[in-house]
């Protein structure tokens, strides 16, 4: 975080940035938390968002819930979590039962139907949309940019085409990148300190 | 909801049940809720008959349609529990009950987990681990489009919706036009069928 880097300017702010994310995103709404706080709001920059992400995505529960948690945080202390944590869910949750209610009436509505066919469409598109961006954060990464961009497109190989599950994925590739990483990292600051 | 109706009486230990069984699965749910479906699947449906098979499948399918985070899916199926035994109030219970048992234990080790990562930023094990992550976490963006975009889809038939989703990937990578419009161009283009 840098002293010029603009931040939500209250915890209504908070609130209102989450709840309004939240109502944006059917079925992947990490790509509009990608979309809001770092391209429109510039909240985080790519390399923060990809560094929280990092931690949201290992560690359990919904990795979105765990990433508005963390940026909430980031700003507000725990008081931030709480709200960015009402903020994602409570409209959405409300949300969510009233359709529940609505369902039997409507589901066989070809409309209905049709429409959340297309928008389901237009989610798919805005989430590899937003991968494809994320990837130009990988320029300034410490591995070099053939290694990283290889390990990205392997990673989307494995859960693509030969269906590995997440958990072996995270732990074997991203384990042997975080490795690699590491070493990299030693070996500068080893070179820093000692000129 | 759709399917036979069941009548289910849940007393206390009942329901401390299904607060602690959602604790528990809080913990497992590396990856998001979504990972351990086939556990609540087995607890909720066959071993407690506490909701029925459609009932199961209508929850998660509403809160995929529905905007917000997919673990919504887990306040549906609260909600589902409480209906079944009778009443709005013991619906909205149900809600409390699953939402907040998937939450807290997740909530509170991605808060500290979060917390100690901060306070340890500079330590070489911590940078490394969040930037050597990047590569794995641009291609599980990219996987989850095209999941999300190839799910239940014969291209010879389906192609409008790719091209949809190319399309609207395409503006969300080029363009910062606002999600809303898309969105609304996708249900409106699948409400008249032309996707």
């Known amino acids: 975080m840098t002293e010029d880097q603009p931040r939500p300017a209250s915890l209504t702010d908070l609130f209102m940035s989450f709840t309004l994310l939240a109502l944006q995103g059917f079925g992947g709404v990490l790509a509009v938390v990608q979309r809001e706080m770092v391209e429109r709001k510039r909240w985080l920059t790519q390399e923060e968002f990809i560094e929280d992400w990092a931690v949201a995505q290992v560690m359990p529960g919904p990795n979105v819930v765990n990433l508005s948690l963390m940026i909430g945080d980031r700003y507000f202390g725990l008081r931030g979590a709480m709200t960015a944590l009402a903020g994602i869910l409570t409209v959405p949750l409300l949300l969510v039962l009233c359709l529940a209610v609505l369902h039997s009436h409507y589901a066989n509505h070809p409309g209905v139907a049709g429409a959340l066919r297309g928008m389901a469409a237009v989610a798919a598109g805005l989430i590899a949309a937003t991968g494809i961006k994320l990837a130009s954060a990988l320029r300034n990464h410490p591995l070099p940019a053939w290694f990283s961009g290889a390990a990205a497109v392997l990673c989307v190989a494995l859960l693509v085409v030969f269906k590995v599950p997440l958990a072996w994925t995270l732990l074997l590739l991203g384990g042997t990148c975080v490795g690699l990483t590491y070493r990299i990292l030693k070996t500068r600051s080893l070179k820093a300190a000692t000129p | ?195």
């Open chain 2, 1 to 195: 909801m759709s399917g036979a109706p069941l009548h289910i009486v849940l007393s206390q230990a009942d329901w401390c049940s299904l607060f602690g069984h959602y604790l528990l699965l809080s913990l497992l749910s590396v990856g998001g809720a979504i990972s351990t479906t086939t556990e609540m699947h087995r607890y909720l449906v066959l071993e407690q008959g506490w909701l029925t098979q459609s009932q199961f499948n209508d929850s998660v399918a509403i809160a995929q349609a529905s905007p917000g985070p997919n673990v919504l899916f887990v306040a549906l199926m609260g909600w589902n529990v409480g209906l079944n035994a009778g009443s709005y109030a013991a619906a909205f219970a149900g809600v409390v009950v699953a939402m907040c048992g998937i939450l807290i234990p997740s909530t509170c080790l991605t808060y500290m987990a979060a917390r100690w990562a901060r306070l340890h930023r500079d330590k070489l094990g911590v940078r490394a681990f969040k930037q050597g992550m990047a590569p794995v976490v641009v291609g599980l963006m990219v996987s989850v489009g095209i999941t999300l975009g190839s799910a239940h889809r014969d291209f010879a038939l389906d192609w409008p919706l790719w091209l949809l989703s190319v399309v609207a990937g395409i503006l969300i990578w080029r363009t910062r036009i606002h999600l809303l419009w898309l969105l609304a161009a996708g249900a409106l283009l699948g409400w008249l069928q032309l996707v």
